[in-house]
Structures are given as C-alpha cells and as structure tokens.
C-alpha cells in the first residue's frame, strides 16, 4: 500500500494518524511511518482488513468521536 493510498484511506474515514494506529492496533509511530513511506507489501492485506473493518463497524463514528476529543484534549494539556 502506497503512502497515498494509506493517507487517503485513513482521510476518508475521518482518522488521523494517531487514531489510525489505535484502529490498526500499531502505535503511533507506525502509522506515521506508513504515511510517510507506505504500508510493506506483508502487512497491506491486514491493514486493509483492519480498516475495512472499522468503516463497517457501528461503532466507527463514536470511536472517532473519542479519538477526536482525546486528541484535542492533549493539545490544550501541552
């Protein structure tokens, strides 16, 4: 997986790169790796189905609803 496709793929689920990881089950630097470089060849097939299956979920919306607020709450703590 390009890191375009990554980026796109994480953008249209309204993720961002720290929620994507959370999603995926990678930590942080991970997913910036991924978006950066691309996801290696062994590993696209289960980030796809990772991702797939969270825009499937129901509980899609509230978990990006709770990544958004933590995110924003770290920003006001810095």
Do not use: C
Not at 6 to 20: D, F, M, T
Request: no cysteine; hydrophobic share 40%; charged share 25%.
């Amino acid at each position: 997986m390009t890191p375009d496709t990554y980026r796109a793929a994480i953008a249209a689920l309204n993720l961002s790169q720290r929620a994507a990881a959370r999603v995926i089950g990678v930590n942080e630097r991970t997913s910036r790796t991924y978006a950066a470089h691309g996801v290696p060849e062994k590993h696209s097939a289960w980030v796809r189905d990772k991702l797939t299956a969270y825009e499937t979920s129901e509980w899609a919306s509230q978990f990006a609803e709770m990544a958004a607020a933590s995110e924003q709450g770290e920003k006001t703590n810095d």
